[in-house]
């Protein structure tokens, strides 16, 4: 779960989970990673297929792991929480 921080990145909103990761554009694409340490750790990004300049994160779009600390599969942002299976 992400919430809107209120300090900006690029001009654009800049959204933060409780686990210090962190949504956020920066020249024009959206980013997801750590804001922490500096340089920041991007763990995944949205280039390719992303429209450059967009106000907020594309949903539903696949972002691309960073090959040294992004997994697979890659994270898909959406608006509303994934379904739970409360069998499991």
């Not at 340089?39 to 967009?54: A, D, K, L, N």
Request: glycine share 10%; net charge negative; aromatic share 10%.
């Amino acid at each position: 779960h992400y919430t809107m921080d209120t300090s900006n990145t690029d001009g654009a909103p800049k959204f933060s989970n409780d686990e210090g990761m962190s949504v956020y554009r920066h020249s024009g694409y959206w980013y997801i990673g750590d804001l922490g340490p500096w340089p920041p750790e991007t763990h995944y990004r949205c280039i390719q297929g992303c429209e450059h300049g967009m106000e907020t994160p594309q949903l539903g779009k696949a972002y691309e792991p960073n090959r040294n600390v992004g997994k697979l599969p890659s994270p898909t942002l959406q608006a509303e929480p994934c379904a739970v299976n409360d069998e499991l």
